[in-house]
């Protein structure tokens, strides 16, 4: 069992930086992959990115990759989102969850969820 608690959203306006921690209890975090999601009001949730279990590997949807970083720091059972060049579209409530698969990109494939986050970016 893996609880994850987010936590670092909050406003910016567009072009700014927000790093958000994903923060995961219990000894076992190391044998998961991470992945991080958002949800826009009135749309699906979508996945946004992926951390293997060592933190070797990531994997990034094309609408974020070269702004977003996701890292992990298994010592401190935590999982990073840094998101850079920030554009209104990417509010979202993020969310991080895990998964003991590598690489799944569908909700239904990540087996804990957090609570989520609220990212508010504005023009």
């Known amino acids: 069992q893996v609880q994850l608690v987010e936590s670092g959203g909050g406003s910016v306006q567009a072009g700014g930086s927000l790093r958000l921690s994903c923060a995961a209890s219990?000894?076992?975090?190391?044998?998961?992959?991470m992945g991080w999601f958002r949800q826009a009001p009135g749309k699906e949730r979508e996945f946004v990115g992926a951390?293997?279990?060592?933190?070797?590997?990531?994997y990034y949807v094309g609408s974020v990759k070269g702004r977003f970083t996701i890292s992990r720091d298994n010592a401190k059972n935590t999982v990073y989102l840094q998101m850079n060049s920030l554009k209104p579209e990417d509010t979202a409530v993020y969310y991080c969850?895990?998964?003991?698969?590598?690489?799944?990109?569908?909700?239904?494939?990540?087996?804990?969820w957090g609570q989520g986050t609220q990212v508010t970016v504005s023009s």
């Open positions: 219990g000894r076992t975090f190391s044998r998961y992959a």
């Open positions: 969850a895990a998964a003991f698969k590598w690489l799944v990109l569908t909700t239904e494939s990540y087996e804990y």
């Open positions: 951390i293997d279990w060592s933190g070797g590997v990531t």
